[in-house]
Structures are given as C-alpha cells and as structure tokens.
Antibody, heavy 116, light 107 residues
C-alpha cells in the first residue's frame, strides 16, 4: 500500500504547477483523499479533500480559487492543479489517504519552491 | 474555523513519561488523532479515535481526550521517539484540523 507524489519543482511567482499522486496496493476508488502541505519548519496544513468518485471537493481558505484537486480512479491517480502560486506556497506537498479513523497512508511528499 | 493548539516543544529524559497536549474548544466532543514525524520523513499515524493504536505502534504510546484537552502520553520514552508530534481534530465541523505540532526532545 503506497502513495507516490510527483510534479514538484521550482516555479516563479504567479506560475502554475500540477502535482500527481499514484496510489497502489489498495482500491483507490474506495477512499476519500487529501492534499496536505508543510512549509519549511512549520506544521501540517490540510489543503483539500476529494470524495471517492470526485463529485465533491473542499479547500482551505488560503488556496480556494487557486488550487483544484481532481482524481482519475481508472488511473489510481490524484491531482492538485496549483495556479497563481505565491512565495508562501513553498512547501512539501503530501498526498494522503483518509480512512474512517484518520489519515493512515501518506506519500513521501514532493517539494514545491516558488521563487524568482 | 476550528483551531487546536499545541505547545511548540516538550523535553523528557530517556525512560521517563512524555506528555504532549492539544487544546481546543470542546475538543472532547471530537475525535483526535496523533501523528509522529521524524526529520525528513512523512507523518505516521500513532493514535486514532483519541486512544486507539494502529497495528505496529508500540504500547508505550497512549492517548486520551476530555473537556478541552487531548493528551498524547509516551511511557518509558526512548531516544527513537524524538520527533515532531501533530494532533488532528475531526468532526463534521472541525473537518480534520491540525495543530501546529510539538517537537519532542529526548535528552
């Protein structure tokens, strides 16, 4: 059972980036999924949540209108489209599986740096 | 929006009991999870539903939640337990909110 993120990197302020997260070893379509980020030296912040079939999403206020989460259950993949990036979006981004009792599977994280 | 608060740091001597708190309004009415994060690694769930341990988590990790405070207790703390610990509150309103994290130092 694992989640593997990809797509991080260096991007200029105002730019865009799309993160991907591939799930394996479990029935991906059975689980709500989240994106969580951690800025350098800071705590965890939950960014978004997506329902099993992708029909419902919600976002924390700081990324609402700029970030979009989606999923392709046929490919067992979760996405995070990030637009209008700011310096404060610099962080490690984690893809996380929600079980009924908590966040039980975390990806290894992908680093995003927003800088000119 | 709902918020939970943790102390930035806690220190404990090896073999002693470490206590890390997480505070929030009527937190006892919500479920609390605790995650351990070692440097350069992803978080790992160590307590869920206030006091339950996932398989593979040592018995020295325990949790409680009542009133406005949830507590993670590590009995017989080992040097390998040195890490950041994050609490997380959940109910339909809290929607999986994290605390700011507590750095546990074992010295």
């Amino acid at each position: 059972v694992q989640l593997v993120e990809s797509g991080g990197g260096l991007v200029q302020p105002g730019g865009s980036l799309r993160l991907s997260c591939a799930g394996s070893g479990f029935t991906f379509s059975d689980y709500w999924m989240h994106w969580v980020r951690q800025a350098p030296g800071k705590g965890l912040v939950r960014l978004s949540r997506i329902k099993t079939d992708g029909s419902s999403t919600n976002y924390t206020d700081s990324v609402k209108g700029r970030f979009t989460t989606s999923r392709d259950n046929a490919k067992n993949t979760l996405y995070l489209q990030m637009n209008s990036l700011r310096a404060e979006d610099t962080a490690v981004y984690y893809c996380v599986r929600e079980n009924t009792y908590g966040f039980d599977i975390w990806g290894q994280g992908t680093k995003v740096t927003v800088s000119s | 929006s709902y918020e939970v608060t943790q102390p930035p740091s806690v220190s404990v001597s090896p073999g002693q009991t470490a206590t890390i708190t997480c505070s929030g309004d009527k937190l006892g009415n919500k479920y609390v999870c605790w995650y351990q994060q070692k440097p350069g690694q992803s978080p790992v769930l160590v307590i869920y539903q206030d006091s339950k341990r996932p398989s593979g988590i040592p018995e020295r990790f325990s949790g409680s939640n009542s009133g406005n405070t949830a507590t993670l207790t590590i009995s017989g703390t080992q040097t390998m337990d040195e890490a950041d610990y994050h609490c997380q509150a959940w109910d339909s309103n809290a929607a999986w909110v994290f605390g700011g994290g507590t750095r546990l130092t074992v010295l």
